[in-house]
Nanobody
Framework: QVQLVESGGGLVQAGGSLRLSCVAS????????MGWFRHTPGNQRERVAV???????MYADFVKGRFTISRDNAKNTVYLQMNSLKPEDTDVYYC?????????????WGQGTQVTVSS
């Protein structure tokens, strides 16, 4: 069982930055693919960024060049640095841990953190 706790969301003006953090419980953090999704009820769930256990990265096209995912296995923590934020980035962001990049959505989910970008 893995528990994920996100933090770092909030309200920011367009063009600003936020850094999301996600701390995971458990001893096998380094073996999981870790990622960030975003979703609000009524909207489509979107994969934002994923890093697998070997360091392979995946970014959604709509965040390439603006967002950076990273992980610190010693701290059981994954980060999402979000720069040049746009109003359309407003959403609830979820930290996810799963076996592989392809199957990550079938793993563990955090409770979500709200990101609001004002125009």
């Amino acid at each position: 069982q893995v528990q994920l706790v996100e933090s770092g969301g909030g309200l920011v003006q367009a063009g600003g930055s936020l850094r999301l953090s996600c701390v995971a419980s458990g001893r096998t953090f380094s073996s999981y693919a870790m990622g960030w999704f975003r979703h609000t009820p009524g909207n489509q769930r979107e994969r934002v960024a994923v890093m697998d256990s070997g360091g392979m990265l995946m970014y959604a096209d709509f965040v390439k060049g603006r967002f950076t995912i990273s992980r610190d296995n010693a701290k059981n923590t994954v980060y999402l640095q979000m720069n040049s934020l746009k109003p359309e980035d407003t959403d609830v962001y979820y930290c996810v841990a799963g076996p592989t990049m392809a199957t990550i959505e079938h793993g563990y989910w955090g409770q979500g953190t709200q990101v609001t970008v004002s125009s």
